[in-house]
């Protein structure tokens, strides 16, 4: 998936609703940076660790070690979650936000169906095995893009390659960290269940990328298929900018405002992701029957950009000014004239 536009660059099966293992943990991660985020969480806050969220140091699941009934700030959750892939972790968080670990599987699957996550069901905060715990390569991209999107704060946490909580010294699982430093996130995920998997991503030269790679059979596999989708996707796509952001793509007609034109263009930064090599035109609509008063900034149509006869992307057309309307008696000649027009 390319980052800046949500277009999916190649893909297998990816609506198909399989066990995402600790993968689960990137919803969780979510919530907690958007509780940061919006005050309802502060960094210093205390988490306590309850007999349901201890992890009783088994080697089959992964842990934070918190102790039991002992106190951890969400700011050494976070980073327990996303660095360790802590299942105490996640569950303490899960407990502390919503009461419960199944309350707090409402808010992830609210927040799965705000974002069109439309293949996933989340039963737990960890990914424990459960069969009605489910997700998709596709929606696990949508995720991820969310994540890198909004919660830039603390995205940088998910490229932290250890962190060490009780005396205890853990490395990050992503193999690509620490051979790859175009890669920066996210996470990994293991079970029986749903065999290896990892969500990656990577920036090269201004474009981001994302991959998600679920049930491989073991975790060299799962970094081995990453590298060659980042490469695959490096190689053979590359960023356009169709139009720059202060030119004028067109001049709209405005009926009924002191000014009959006003200037249009595409008001923001607008890049596409397009095959290496290809080049890219550009067609412009304007909303029919434009009349004053127009805003600046407003939406009055669209450009839609094509590579090799095919869409590639559309931006929204803003008008460049404001137009006033004009006067009565101006307006009462525009009308006679328009319909005369006719």
Request: hydrophobic share 40%; charged share 20%.
């Amino acid at each position: 998936m390319d980052f800046d536009s949500g277009q999916v660059l190649a893909s297998a099966n990816p609506d198909e609703p399989l066990p995402p293992a600790s993968l689960t943990k990137m919803m969780t991660s979510f919530l907690v940076e958007q509780a940061l985020r919006s005050g309802k969480l502060k960094k210093d806050d205390l988490v306590s660790v309850s007999q349901n969220a201890w992890c009783r140091g088994s080697s089959t699941e992964s842990c934070m070690y918190l102790p039991l009934n002992s106190q951890a700030t969400v700011i050494d959750i976070l980073r327990g979650i996303i660095v360790q892939s802590g299942n105490d972790a996640s569950k303490a968080i899960a407990e502390h936000m919503a009461g419960s670990e199944e309350g707090f599987a409402k808010l992830m699957n609210a927040e799965a169906q705000r974002l069109g996550m439309t293949h996933t069901h989340f039963v737990n905060a960890t990914g424990l095995p459960d069969p009605d715990h489910k997700s998709s390569a596709g929606d696990l991209a949508i995720l991820a893009r969310a994540i890198i999107r909004d919660s830039s704060d603390y995205y940088p946490i998910y490229a932290e390659r250890e962190f060490t909580y009780n005396k205890i010294k853990q490395g990050n699982r992503n193999a690509l960290l620490y051979t790859d430093p175009t890669v920066d996130g996210l996470k990994t995920g293991h079970t029986q269940e749903a065999g290896y998997c990892l969500v990656t991503s990577s920036k090269r030269n201004g474009m981001r990328l994302i991959t998600v790679i679920l049930n491989t059979d073991s975790a060299q596999a799962r970094a081995n298929e990453t590298r060659q989708l980042l490469g695959w996707g490096f190689g053979n796509f590359e960023k356009a900018t169709p139009i720059q952001p202060d030119a004028v793509v067109t001049t709209a007609k405005v009926s009924f405002g002191k000014a009959d034109t006003v200037a249009a263009g595409v008001g923001s930064t607008w890049a596409l992701t397009v095959p290496r090599g290809q080049k890219v035109s550009t067609s412009v609509q304007i909303k029919p029957d434009l009349e004053a008063p127009v805003a600046k900034g407003a939406v009055i149509g669209k450009v839609v950009a094509e590579s090799n006869g095919k869409p590639v992307g559309e931006a929204p057309l803003v008008a460049q000014a404001d137009v006033e309307r004009s006067g009565f008696f101006l307006r009462m000649w525009q009308h006679i004239l328009k319909w005369f027009g006719k």
